[in-house]
């Protein structure tokens, strides 16, 4: 089965919105609010490059970013 995947390049940002989640803040400011958060790894202002995959069929309350899976993600 063939993936779309996409390769990423950003912060990590914990947004503080109602229950919380976890962003990939690109340069360029293109926001991905991700699905799969590894919580143990995850700190503020990290910066990581990551294999995602775009989940356009994904509904939530979040209305920041555009819904990603990681497949992989390297922290710099």
């Known amino acids: ?3 779309n995947s996409l390769y990423i390049k950003g ?3 914990y947004q ?3 229950t919380g ?3 990939i803040v ?3 400011g293109k926001v ?3 699905l799969n958060p590894d919580i143990e790894l995850y700190k503020d202002d990290l910066i990581v ?3 995602i995959e775009i989940d356009e069929n994904n509904m939530s309350v979040f209305m920041m970013g555009i819904p990603i899976k ?4 390297i922290i710099d």
């Open 1 to 3: 089965m063939e993936t």
């Open 11 to 13: 912060i990590l940002k």
């Open 16 to 18: 503080n919105i109602e």
């Open 21 to 23: 989640f976890w962003t």
């Open 26 to 28: 690109e340069k360029t």
């Open 32 to 34: 991905f609010r991700i």
């Open 49 to 51: 490059e990551a294999e």
């Open 70 to 73: 990681i497949i992989k993600i």
